[in-house]
Structure formats: C-alpha cells, structure tokens
C-alpha cells in the first residue's frame, strides 16, 4: 500500500512534531510505503511542495493522508483534496485542529465538500466526532492520538511541590499568558513555586511572557524547543502538569504527562473532557482562569491522596492511547 501523507513535517525546523513525524513513521513500521510533503519552512513553497508531490506521486499513491487544522494550514488541505478530486486518488483527512467545528460554521460550503468526497474522515476524539455528526456526516472514524508506550515511565506523584510543567508551543491559542498567572497566585502561598514551560516561540511571544515573570518576580524557566525524550527526562523534576489552551482537540501532550504520572490540571475546552474525567484522572477548570487554576493546585498539594489518585488513573487512562492499542484501527482503514 502506498501512501502519501500531506502535513506539515517541520519537526527539523525548530518545531514541535506533529502527527506527521510521528504517524507516519509508525505506519512505515506497519509496512506502508509513504512519501511526506511537506519540510518546507516558507509556507507558499511548502504548499507547492505539496502539491508537486501529489502530483508526481499520483500514479503510485494508492491514498493520501491529508492533516487538516482550523488555522491558515486548513486551505492546504482544501486546496490538496481537489488536486486529488482531480487526479482520482482517495484521500482521508485528519481532523485536528479543535476550533476545526467554527471553520464548518464559516465556510460551510467549502468544508462540506471537502468532507463528502473523502474515502474516510478520522478524528482523534468524540468531541469533533459529535461536531461532525450533528453536520450529518456519517463516515467518520474516531482513532485517537496516540503514544509509545514504552518511553514514557510511570512515576507515581504523592507527596507533591508547587512544581508547574507546561508542554505547548508558545502560541495565543494556548494562552501561556494564564500558566504565568497561576504561578504568581501559587507564589503568594508557596514562595518557592516554580514554573517550567517547554515548547518553541512560534508568535514572538517571549519577550512579553519574560517580562510578566520578571515583574512578578517569578520562578519560570523557559527551555524552548526541547525533544520528547528531552522533555520526558525534565518531567521527573516536575509535580503538576498544566494545559491552558483556549481550543484544543486531543493533544498528546496530555497524554504524554498521564503515562508519566503528573497530575494534570487542564482548561475544559474542546476534546479535553474527553479525555479527562474531572477529579478522577485529571482536573478540569474554566477557559482562561487563572485564579481558579491556582486554587485547583493548592488544594491537590495539601491533598496527598489524591494526587496519588490523578497520578495513577491518569497512567492508567493514558494506556488505552497506547500505540499497540491503536494501530490496528490504522491498519483497517487503510487496508
């Protein structure tokens, strides 16, 4: 079986990896053949690159995976799926991005038909499985993301400190901003709370969040772009894990900390409830709320049981996204 996978393969380039990186090399791993577009840093040659590639490959390919996000990289996958349209090969969108239900809202026509000619649509959550369904489409395949089990050790959490791990690409969908203002309200309590955020600078949005640390006189590391087992590694210096986004869909680095043992506290936005189950195997809280956030902290570090608790049913939920648990739902549809 041949594929071609179209996303955006930048982990080289100083950025997070995305499904393609990882995906695709565990497809090849299947034993599928598969071709990537694209590497490209500037976003007009990485969109001709895709296009060439679909076009040189179109004779070989037997599919094409197309990554389909709800920022500009969603007319990518527009603009792919009618060159396939036009060329006769199948393609099955994956839909990730969790705003991805607003952009129907928008350009209704345009999604619409995009959706409707593709051979399969996957998702990798109930959430946007509901938002598509209630638009009427029926060929929807829920495969979640998914991790290597076997990198991630499991380090039970108990007795835990005020030390913050926040995992995301420094980006305003991912209000950082918000991680900043929980610490400064932890570090009225616990001076020595502290703060490490991990992911690359992708909106310049660094200097502010230095200087938000700075004027609080926080304790925040900012580490950048860092490797999964780079990050793993840094993760034992950690006790909670934090997500702030505004929109999201499933995002593996949840999944990630689970199967390590943090604790997670999350924003209840998109795909994330279902994924956390609040008080059980995570906590959830409202978008952009700090103060509350905060609190959530306080009471889990004076709570040694249940933090006990998160950490074990978090690994444990994080198990059944494990890649040997998820690969043969791959294998079917692409076979």
């Known amino acids: 079986m041949n594929i071609i996978y179209i996303g955006n393969k930048l982990q080289n380039k100083n950025r997070t990896a995305t499904t393609i990186d ?16 694209s590497s490209k840093s500037n976003k007009i040659l990485r969109l001709l690159d895709m296009i060439n590639t679909v076009i040189t490959y ?21 603009s792919l799926a009618r060159i396939c349209r036009l060329l006769g090969i199948p393609y099955i969108p994956i839909l990730h991005g969790g705003n991805l239900p607003a952009r129907l809202q928008s350009q209704p026509k345009i999604f619409k038909r995009f959706l409707n000619a593709a051979q399969h649509i996957v998702c990798p959550s109930a959430y946007l499985e509901q938002a598509f369904a209630k638009a009427n489409f029926s060929n929807i395949n829920v495969i979640p993301n998914s991790i290597q089990g076997e990198h991630y050790t499991f380090n039970k959490r108990e007795s835990i400190t005020p030390k913050l791990l926040w995992v995301r690409s420094l980006a305003a969908i991912y209000n950082p901003q918000m991680a ?12 020595n709370a502290s703060l490490t955020m991990v992911g690359p600078d992708k909106e310049n949005m660094l200097p502010e969040l230095r200087r938000l640390a700075n004027e609080h006189h926080l304790d925040i590391t900012f580490t950048g772009l860092l490797s999964i087992a780079e990050w793993i590694a840094l993760s034992d210096e950690h006790d909670i894990f934090i997500n702030t986004s505004h929109f999201d869909n499933l995002p593996v680095s949840l999944l990630e900390a689970m199967a390590l043992g943090l604790p997670v506290i999350s924003t209840e936005v998109g795909g994330i409830p279902n994924l956390i189950d609040h008080g059980k195997n995570g906590i959830l809280i409202a978008d952009d709320d700090a103060q509350q956030m905060a609190d959530q902290i306080k009471l889990l570090i004076q709570d040694p049981a249940k933090a006990a608790a998160l950490s074990m049913n978090g690994r444990l939920k994080a198990e059944s996204y494990f890649w040997e648990q998820v690969k043969q739902q791959w294998f079917t549809i692409l076979t």
Do not use: C
Not at 26 to 34: C, D, I, Q, S, V
Not at 59 to 68: E, G, P, Q, Y
């Open 58 to 78: 179109s004779r070989w390919a037997d599919k094409v995976l197309i990554d389909t996000y709800s920022t500009q990289n969603f007319w990518y996958a527009i």
């Open 22 to 37: 990882t995906l695709g090399s565990r497809l090849e791993a299947l034993g599928f053949n598969m071709k990537y577009a």
């Open 180 to 191: 900043i203002h929980a610490l400064k309200s932890i570090a009225e309590t616990y001076p």
